[in-house]
């Protein structure tokens, strides 16, 4: 059987690797960045997933290795939340996606600008605990109608369909 490692122990970004690719055996696995632990900008958000879908791939037993990476970047004075994904094959091949995003409100981008992490910020706005494994700051910002997972889900679908049209 075909093997995935994806770059995250975190429940949504491996739930959004085994719809799209249900005939492979999916393994999450903890690996850097090698950014910071908020990305603020599309490139060093992109950079992330790419660096999580590098080491994945470079697993002996891996066949495609998948990062997928959230993040924050700016238009003008106006925050917004962003996300990447990359896929790594066992040629070195890497296909890179982004999906959703949505304006952050104020008092969100202030909190982040003081340093802290998107998902610990969600947690407190939201009263709630592990949004970021959960519905995420989609699912809160859009009241449910997109969830993390699903967001993830069209990146990923993305990512495949570049690789497989390639194939």
């Known amino acids: 059987m075909l093997k995935i490692y994806v770059g995250s122990q975190n429940p949504t970004k491996i739930d959004s690797v085994k719809h799209v690719f249900p005939e492979m055996e999916i393994i999450g ?11 603020f900008s599309d490139e060093e958000t992109l950079e992330g ?15 495609l290795g998948i990062g997928l990476e959230g993040g ?10 962003c996300n990447w994904g990359a896929l790594v094959d066992n040629k070195e091949n890497v296909y890179t996606a982004s999906g959703a995003r949505i304006l952050l409100p104020e008092e969100i981008k202030a909190d982040l600008e003081k340093g802290k992490e998107l998902g610990d910020v969600m947690d407190v706005y939201a009263d709630k605990h592990d949004v970021r494994k959960k519905e ?5 910002f859009t009241n449910g109608m ?3 997972e699903e967001m993830f889900t069209h990146v990923v679908k993305l990512l495949k369909g570049q690789w497989l049209n390639e194939q």
Request: one cysteine or more; aromatic letters at 2%.
């Open 49 to 63: 997933a790419i660096n999580r879908a590098r080491e994945c791939a470079s697993q002996s037993k891996a066949h």
């Open 72 to 81: 924050v970047m700016e238009i003008e004075d106006d925050l917004y939340l």
């Open 136 to 140: 995420g700051a989609i699912g809160i």
């Open 29 to 39: 696995m903890e690996v850097e960045s090698k950014v910071a632990a908020q990305p």
């Open 146 to 148: 997109v969830r993390r």
